[in-house]
């Protein structure tokens, strides 16, 4: 059984910077690509960043470029999202998930077999 735990969320003020981690336990997500998604209320969840199995490369939502970094740790089966400069409009649950089949970062929700429970991430201005 495969879990993804998400942490490092919280209320910061804009322009602070916050790094979440996704934690994942039962397997090794070493052979997966990884993704964040994040959905703000009343709107569809949207894919922020995605990685692949090595870390190579990467692949990220225009608006947040500049500002995201996903990484990972395959060796402490974690995934990174350093998030800096952070906006209002950043305010969102975030969300890691792994796409098991795919070893290249995907932005497409229905590649992803594994999801987190999220965690908030809330930017005052």
């Known amino acids: 059984q495969v879990q993804l735990v998400e942490s490092g969320g919280g209320l910061v003020q804009a322009g602070d910077s916050l790094r979440l981690s996704c934690a994942a336990s039962?397997?090794?997500?070493?052979?997966?690509?990884m993704g964040w998604f994040r959905q703000a209320p009343g709107k569809e969840r949207e894919f922020v960043a995605g990685?692949?199995?090595?870390?190579?490369?990467?692949s990220y939502l225009d608006s947040v470029k500049g500002r995201f970094t996903i990484s990972r740790d395959n060796a402490k089966n974690t995934v990174y999202l350093q998030m800096s400069s952070l906006k209002p409009e950043d305010t969102a649950v975030y969300s890691c998930?792994?796409?098991?089949?795919?070893?290249?970062?995907?932005?497409?929700?229905?590649?992803?077999?594994?999801w987190g429970q999220g965690t908030q991430v809330t930017v005052s201005s």
């Open positions: 039962g397997r090794s997500l070493s052979t997966w690509a």
């Open positions: 990685i692949n199995f090595s870390g190579s490369s990467t």
């Open positions: 998930a792994a796409a098991i089949f795919r070893l290249r970062p995907v932005a497409t929700e229905r590649e992803y077999n594994y």
